[in-house]
């Protein structure tokens, strides 16, 4: 028996309470409404002040769970959760993440884990040819986007100045990106104490994507001017309307100039794994980093960001640091991935990935996000039926953005409407100085009613 944990008994029987409510969660969250009826201070005005001095019984945190916690959920793996990109965590990531927690590893060395270390090479190098990246790409699992774009750019920035290391942030880096790109562009360099004056906004198209005509101007002007050019963020499916950047051509402006060329396909990476969509990457394979989340679209539970680099010399030249209780043999074959980011602790996230892969297969996850970006383009058709309604940018993977052809009020009331009727969360975003309402498609559960539920709901809204 483990001394000072949970008894034997007590943990079969409370896990296998837990699971069957995972299962009917799960399976019959569709008739729960999306957004919970709570305001603000509700959960916190339901639980104590400060934390128990005598540990209690398993019961009542299970019921305190279900009763002041559940309730107050907006339901992020529910099939008609629309906002932001819609997510989902499936049941093999879920069983992953539960064993992930029992093992407990931490990947920070090899020799921290070999297990660990050599699964996530393993998924990593299956993604790398699902996205048909060169195997030149070295790849790594970390939390987010916004971490792996910021790793990015502090890599591009070292090579472009490799006095950075010794003397920290340069004021004459630039860094470029659309004007359309997320903003953990411009966060990642603030974080690198760059400063927003040294990030430049492309100007972007009709249908949203960079300019590289512009970027190539911009670049010139920047030289002109004494400063020094370092690093490009291209994005494959931006977070507003999912605009697909020109990523070869930027490629080719990249390796003219010399540039590091950074994609960011956080969402739209997961449709790249299509062959009918792999064009999106084209330009890709020659790029220095890119980053996709497993977590948005390819149904791995949050977090799960998957981030490839070609130059991970570049890498090590920004973060590695070995104190002397970290220093290990020196072995071609064992990547220690603390040399490789901001992070030494590095849970156990290339498990929940594996499952994933192994449990779907390609066919499996293609199958799945092919209906849809299918569903979201007959979303597209039945609005451009209603003359009340109009596309506000056009329809690349699988969300869609629309407007109500009257004024912004009108449009958020109809978000508001249909977040409170609980029959779908939506979101909204501002595109060329005008309030849209987003519909995004992404959840493994959902089904064509739920998107007509939604386009349903959206019309009584008005
Ligand atoms: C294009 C794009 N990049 C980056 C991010 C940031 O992702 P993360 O939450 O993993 O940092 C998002 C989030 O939606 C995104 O849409």
Redesign the pocket.
Known sequence: MRPNDMPPEEFRRFSTQVIDWVEDYLDEMSDLPVFPQVKPGDVVDALPDAAPVHGEPMEDILDDFKEIIVPALNHWNHPRFNA??SVSASKPGILAEILASAINTNGMLWKSCPGHVELEQVVMSWLRQWLGLPEAFFGEIL?????S?LQAIAAARVSAAPETRLKGAPRDLIVYTSEQ??S?VEKGAMSLGMGLEQVRKIAADAAFRMIPAKLAKAIQHDRAAGLRPCCIVS?V???AVTAIDPVAEIQAIAESEGLWHHV?A???GAAAILPEMRWMLQGAERADSL?F?P??WLFTPI?C?AFFCRRPGALREAFSLVPPYLRTEKDSRAVNYMDYGIALGRRFRALKLWFVMRYFGREGVSTIIRRHNLWARQLAGLISEDSRFELSAPVTLSLVCLRYKGTDEDNQRIVDRVNESGTAFLGGSVINGRYILRIAIGNIATTHDDVLRVWDAVRKAV
Do not use: I, L, R
């Not at 939390?143 to 971490?147: L, Q």
């Open positions: 932001y990109f939390d987010t986007a916004s971490t774009t790109a997320h953990s994005t499916g931006t977070t960011d956080a969402y739209g980053v989340n977590h948005k977090d960001s």
